[in-house]
């Protein structure tokens, strides 16, 4: 059975799906802070989901599910990805994803449980120092989020080599859409990511989007994000299962498409999918953020032998839908 930690949130939740549209047995920990109860509804009326509403900072949550379930595997997605937040509040970042994991690694060595996949992130780079960022380009992440990605990541290398668990870090790039037939998508609270915030001005009345920047070194002034599709990540992490139970090795490796996109062709894109004149204004630079981040991704290609699937539009357009049929379930005027 696959624990799969923070499976009520966006990223987990797809992965969720993929391994339940492969009849993989499931538990899923989520503590809602961030996650939503419809999220978990909608994978139950897809398959058979165990759900335990716990905190990775009681250990005793952990203990639970791993005395009461068969677990062999894990998925960890449990973790607070608010980059300005984290610069704010940086004790709830270390306590919560550092604290969280070290509960998580500990009990799997108490029950002998030796193979993790763990989502990482491209923030573990921090600024680009070269373009396309591969797997060994320098790691100095800029702000406390990405900082506890990347202990984390240093962590399983030491519980590697300790105690034996193998781990695959998935570091995504931007990651965009939604599976909008199984009733899940992208839904954060407070919204900070670039595709909801559109839609965002999209749907309320008069709601002005903000582009944070438009004097970034490229070819339009606004930044560059390499925009992954979470239902090709979701697959990702299917095949990071299969290798890591075939091959029993630790890696990292990038999941992006090794293609960028500027903060206007998204907004055109959405402009374009919506049919719908978008109010907006320019803003000055968000602090941290790269003018660009692309991935180079041979080695998902190579080693996983993963292709996204979806393009950009495909993405934007699940997105769209999915924000639409979300507002109308929560009853508001769209
Ligand atoms: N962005 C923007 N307006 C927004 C949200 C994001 O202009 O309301 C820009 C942001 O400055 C960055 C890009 O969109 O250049 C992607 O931001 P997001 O927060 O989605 O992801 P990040 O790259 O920070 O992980």
């Given at each position: ?183 899940i998508g992208e839904w954060h609270q407070p919204e900070t990511h670039l595709i909801p915030n559109i ?136």
């Open positions: 059975m696959i624990l799969i930690t923070g499976g009520a949130g966006y990223i987990g939740s797809h992965c969720a799906l993929a391994l339940l549209n492969r009849n993989e047995k499931i538990v899923i920990i989520d503590n809602l802070d961030n996650g939503h109860i419809e999220t978990i509804n909608a994978l139950k009326n897809i398959g058979n989901v165990e759900f335990i509403k716990g905190d990775l900072k009681n250990k005793k949550d952990i203990e639970f599910i791993f005395k009461n379930f068969d677990i062999d595997t894990l998925m960890h997605f449990a973790g607070y990805i608010q980059v300005e937040e984290s610069t704010q509040n940086p004790s709830k970042y270390y306590e919560n994803n550092i604290i969280g994991t070290i509960n998580l690694l500990n009990t799997m060595v108490e029950y002998n449980v030796k193979k993790i996949i763990f989502s990482s992130t491209c923030a573990i780079y921090g600024e680009p120092e070269y373009l396309p960022i591969d797997e060994n380009h320098p790691k100095n992440p800029l702000n406390p989020y990405g900082k506890t990605k990347l202990i984390i990541e240093e962590m399983l290398d030491d519980y590697d080599k300790a105690y034996d668990i193998k781990s695959v870090r998935l570091r995504y790039f931007n990651v965009a859409g939604a599976d909008c037939s199984a009733g839609l965002k001005s999209v749907f309320e009345k008069e709601k002005i989007f903000n582009i944070f920047g438009n004097d970034y070194d490229t070819f339009d002034g606004t930044c560059i994000r390499d925009y992954v599709n979470v239902e090709d990540l979701a697959c990702a992490h299917v095949l990071a299962l299969e290798y890591l139970k075939k091959e029993n090795k630790t890696e990292c490796i990038n999941i992006g498409t090794s293609q960028g996109n500027s903060v206007k062709e998204i907004f055109d894109t959405v402009k374009l999918i919506s049919g719908k004149n978008i109010p907006v204004e320019f803003k000055p630079r968000r602090a941290g953020d790269a003018a660009k981040l692309i991935a180079d991704t041979k080695k998902a290609r190579k080693i996983l032998n993963w292709e996204p699937a979806h393009s950009l539009h495909d993405s934007i357009k699940s997105a769209y839908l999915w924000e639409k049929s979300k507002l109308a379930r929560l009853n508001f005027d769209v």
